[in-house]
């Protein structure tokens, strides 16, 4: 079976520090890995993906992530925050033999403090 | 640029209406998705479609049907609407093959009176 744990549904930084989003994984076979942002009242946009190439994965507005398997995570962080960044932000898996199905975690709400 | 269209943005409506959440994509993907998603909570999957004339349900059992007869549209339909409904509903689309990002919708936010 395949799940995403993210730990801490809320996170608050200052605007200039690191942000750090948690995610964990299950998966029995080799996943696909994403995240995404929402801003209030919109879809879901891709930050970035890993898709079992180099496992440090850069991906839109300053953001990056790596697989760890050992560790079974895919950690999203950024330098530096910015005000931009709030959002809320989900971690997904799928795999090959679930014919691309996305199981989403329950979303970690990221607050930048000025 | 995704370009995937959902109307109406915004539906207020009472109980026992039908409704139907249009979806629109015109990136010819054969995958389509539905997405319910309430404050909290994960995403869950309550239909995808493979192509034309394919519908399955998702993971999270739904009161709601859904048609695909062209490639680019994907509605949803209920056929009587109840406060339980009540939450925002995000469709999706991707291309075939492991791995594939999907794109969402900018969601459709339901409330049932």
């Known amino acids: 079976a395949q799940s995403v744990t993210q730990l801490g549904s809320h996170v608050s930084v200052s605007e200039g520090a690191l942000v750090l989003l948690r995610c964990n994984y299950s998966?029995?076979?080799?996943?696909?890995l994403f995240w995404y942002v929402q801003y209030p009242n919109q879809g879901l946009q891709l930050l970035l993906k890993?898709?079992?190439?180099?496992?440090l994965v850069k991906g839109i507005n300053g953001f990056e992530a790596e697989f760890k398997k050992s560790e079974t995570s895919f950690h999203l962080t950024k330098p530096s925050a910015h005000m931009s960044d709030a959002a809320e932000y989900f971690c997904?898996?799928?795999?090959?033999?679930?014919?691309?199905?996305?199981?989403f975690g329950t979303g970690t709400s990221l607050t930048v403090i000025p | 640029e995704a370009d995937i269209y959902q109307t109406p943005r915004y539906l207020v409506i009472g109980t026992g209406k039908k409704i139907t959440l249009e979806c629109s994509q015109t990136?010819?993907?054969?995958?389509m998705y539905w997405y319910q998603q309430d404050p909290g909570m994960e995403l869950h999957l309550i239909h995808y479609?493979?192509?034309?004339?394919?519908?399955e349900k998702g993971d999270l059992s739904s009161e709601s049907t859904v048609s695909r007869i062209r490639t680019e549209h994907f509605p949803l339909t209920l056929e009587s609407a109840r406060p339980s409904h009540t939450s925002q509903y995000l469709c999706?689309?991707?291309?075939?093959?492991?791995?594939?990002?999907?794109?969402f919708g900018p969601g459709t936010r339901l409330l049932v009176l």
């Open positions: 999706a689309s991707s291309e075939e093959g492991p791995g594939e990002t999907q794109y």
């Open positions: 998966s029995s076979v080799p996943p696909y």
């Open positions: 890993y898709t079992s190439a180099a496992t």
């Open positions: 997904a898996v799928s795999h090959a033999n679930t014919g691309n199905q996305f199981y």
């Open positions: 990136m010819g993907h054969d995958k």
């Open positions: 479609s493979y192509g034309v004339n394919s519908t």
